[in-house]
Every structure is written in structure tokens, then in C-alpha cells.
């Protein structure tokens, strides 16, 4: 119960009733110290005083006598003194000091005749035994009286050096007391005000120490509101709340990044459902029409020709609908990460030339060259591709070889379906160095800034001859080409430029969509530029393994065995780094 009412109180309130504990208890132990510390000094310097004045006392007896002999008053002397023989039996009090209002107060000695225990020359301390006067005594007088007595019992000796006499000389404590007891106030009230001081200082630190603490409360409420873009304000991460707000806001940065991914790749299967349901709707109509005019004509005179006609497009409704199915479950596959082994070691020059090769066979009045990727830096402008015509360099990757087969045909049967039989191709094939990792660069979009990002990264590796080796497909054609608009979108599944003239090609839009996973799927990147002059580029990119810098022959070094980065590589690594950031 009591646990459950603590942890409903706030935060700011269980330090501040923390630290107002905490000063009560210190300034309660530091006041005892004092009180007990100034106690003990007093004692000790009263036991001083008695004992280096007992033997003064003792020795002016009569003199005190005489001098206080017809006095009353009060101030008289402060020392109470009592003789007794070597028996302990009392023979005289000399000294008693009397109060204000004839007020006596003396200490209560051991009876007469005994010594009660008491070692000579030790001081003790004893209650006090008050007699009152026969006028009204004030309170602070009667206080005085009942105040403790510290007594001494002293040895009295004569000329001869004789045990005569025992002394017992006293002194009140009653101003010791009055010191401690006021010093205790004092402690008190300054106890009470630091308390009262510090609780509001406490508060006003506490609450100044909580603000960003209310912050970053204020910033989730608004993202558990919906509003995944807040985020915390940034603060010295050498703090607690400063490494909170940046762990903070680097787990709503990934939050937002997967809700996003979250709500992007849920609207793309909304949308990837209804685009199959429409697709698959399109050659099951046909089939259901063509099956119910087959049995409505099946009666009618040349009903044999209809038939036929009718089989023809129900198998050619059937054949695309299985091409679809086909695809689809092809993507499935590949979303899943199964159906591919990029484990095997394969060469990519075959399959490339061989991909020319059909597409030259498919349209033979089409030019078709193959040549090689390089990188151009020249011209003093952006790095970008350049294509020489020649043999295919040849290259050797892991990779599945049929998916990469299933890229460029597909690649190659787009152009086939939709551009002119006699517009050129280049189909070039190279092997550049990137300084940039395979997993960064699988997850850079198909786009063209990617891809500028991508040529920098090659500059800066082909300059340093650091990072990765790839390889570097890019086939060029010179057909009416894909608006700015869609280039990026050639790769959704189902999306067409001009979904009629797909339709009539026998295009299922899923072609492109496949090529994208299996080059994802490899860690590599792909893209669709436009060709200068008209038409479209897709360039492929795929990891062929890391390669290790090595120092041109002659080239002086940096002092730590690696060459000097040229300005414009220096240049390029930082571009390439502010794309990557």
C-alpha cells in the first residue's frame, strides 16, 4: 500500500521531500555534533578550572570566610565547598553560593561518613539540592538552582605534607548549560531556515533539472498522438539526459523509417492486390465470355469455326493468366528470400552476350553492338558512363545465374515489345570500384540521384583503389523513351508508362518488378536514366568482391604508408560521404 502511494507521487516531488530529508537529517546530525562537542568542551574546561583551583581554594579557606562572611547576596562565589575529616564525616561547609531571593543550591554528596565510591582528584557530576528563601523566586533562578553540579573531592594536607582533611569543591552548571541550550536554539533556527531555504532553492534546481525531462514527456505525447516527425531536443550527449534525448531520438528516427516502410510496403500490397485481382480478372472474363458464346453458338451452322475461334482465345487468356501466376509467385518467392542461390559462382559475360543475341535474333533489323563500361571523368563536369564498342570484358561474380538470365531478358524483352524494330541498342559490360558497401548500395532507391551518388562513389574508389570491385551492366536503347515522371516507377509492380500498349504487347507489368528483387537480392542496384538523345538506359550494378589499395610505383606517401588523396578524389569522397549522410 505504501509502496503503490509512493509511486504515485511525481518525480519532482520525491527529490525534493528526498533532499529536504537529507538536510533535515544532516543538519540534525550537525547540531548533535556541536551540541555534543561544545558540551564536552565546557565540561572539560570546568573540570580544569575546579581542579587547578581546588588547591587555591582549599588553601584561602579562612580568607573566603572572612571576606563573605556578612554577605547574602547573590554573586558572592560560584565554588560550593565542604570539609570533611580522613572519616568522610562532614566538619563545615565554608562556601555555599546563594542565589537571588536567598535561593541555596548545592550538590548532593555522599552521605556523612562516606565516600560513596568517589576517587579523590576525579571531577563528577551530580543533581543539585535546592533551598528556597522566603521571597518569591523567579522561574530563571529556580532553573539555575536545579542546574547540575561538578565536584571534585580533593585531598587537604598540612605543612607537614599530613592527610588532615577531604575537600569537596563544586562548581554549578549552570552557565554551561544556559550556552548549550542556547546554541541549540540557534542550531535549531538555522537548521529550520537552511531547510526552509533549501526546499525552495531545491524545488526551483529540481524543476530546472526536470524541463527537458517535461520535453521530452510533451514530445512523446505528440507521437503517441500520431505525430511520428517530433523529436527531442538535441542536448550535450555527455549528459544522462543529453545520451537519452540522442538514443531517444534515434529510435523514433528508426521507428518513423519502419512505420513509413511499414505503411509504404502495406499501400503497395493494397495496391498490388488489386492490381492482380484486376489482371487476373481481365483473362478470366475472357474465358468465362468465350466458353458461354462457344455454347450459345455450339447449335448454329459454322459453329465448328466458331469453336475453334473461341479455343484460341481461351488458350490465349489461359497462357497469360499462367504467365502471371507465374510472375507472381516468382515475387513471392523472392520476397521471401527463396528460390535464389547467390552462393554460386557464375560468369556474367555469357549470359549478357547471349541476351544481345536474342534480342538481335527477335528483331533482325534492330543494331545491336556490345562493347565496354568505363568511367568518364572528363570534361570537367559530373563522372558518368562511357560506352566503347569491342568484345565483352569478361567477369566472374557469385551470383544465381538462371535469376540473372531472367534480368537482362527481361530487360532485353522490354525493348523488344516496346520500342521500333530498327532503333539501335548498346548493351555494354565493365568492372568499376566503388567506395561503397554492397549493403548501403542495395538499399539506395532505382533512382537517378542514386545513381549520381553511385558514380562519386566510384570516382572516389577508382581514384583511391579502395572499396568494391562490381559489375556494371548498362544497356542503352534509342526508343521513344519513359517520361521523367515514371522512370522511377518502372520497377512497382504492375506499373506500365502506357498500360494500353502493354496490354496489347502482352506485358503482365510485373517483368521490371522481378528485376528489381533479384538485383536486390544480389546487393546490387539498378536504375533507368534517360539515353541522351531519346530513349532509356538501365544500368545494372552487382558486387564482385573488395579489392585492397595499392600504392602506385614511386608515389610518395602520407606518413602512414598510404598515398595522398588528389584534390578532386578528396573532393568526390566528400560528395559521396554527404550523399551517404
Known sequence: MLRRRWDAISLSTKLVASLLVLLTIGIAGISFAIRQLVSNYLLEKVDTQIVQQAQLVVNNIDLINESFRDQTSAGMTDYYLQIRDTQAHILSTPLKPVLSGGVVSEPILPADGSMGGITFGEPFTTEARVFLGDSTTSRATLSAARSPWRVVAMKVLNEDGEFTNIAFIGLSLNDQLDTVSMLTRYCIMAGAAIILLGGVIGMLVVQGMLAPLKRIEKTAAKIAAGDLRQRIPAMPENTEIGSLSASLNSMLARIEQSFREQQETTDKMKQFVSDASHELRTPLAAIHGYAELYKMQRDMPGALERADESIAHIEASSSRMTVLVEDLLSLARLDEGRGIDITQQMHLTPIVSDAADDLHALDPERGVSCGTVTLDTSGGGPARLAYAEGPLPSITLNGDASRLRQVVTNIVGNIHRYTPEDSPVEVGLGTLTASIGPESLARMPATEQSFRHFLEAVEVGQSMQIGMNYAVIQIVDHG??????????????FYTADPSRARQKGGTGLGMAIVLSVVKAHRGFICASQ?????????????????????????QTDGSGRAPKPAKAAKAEKRSRRAKG
Do not use: N
Open 531 to 555: 539515353t541522351p538523345g531519346g530513349g532509356l538506359t538501365i544500368t545494372v550494378v552487382l558486387p564482385i568482391g573488395p579489392v585492397e589499395p595499392q600504392p602506385r610505383p614511386g608515389a
Open 480 to 493: 521513344p523513351g519513359v517520361p521523367d515522371d515514371s522512370r522511377a516507377r518502372i520497377f512497382e509492380r
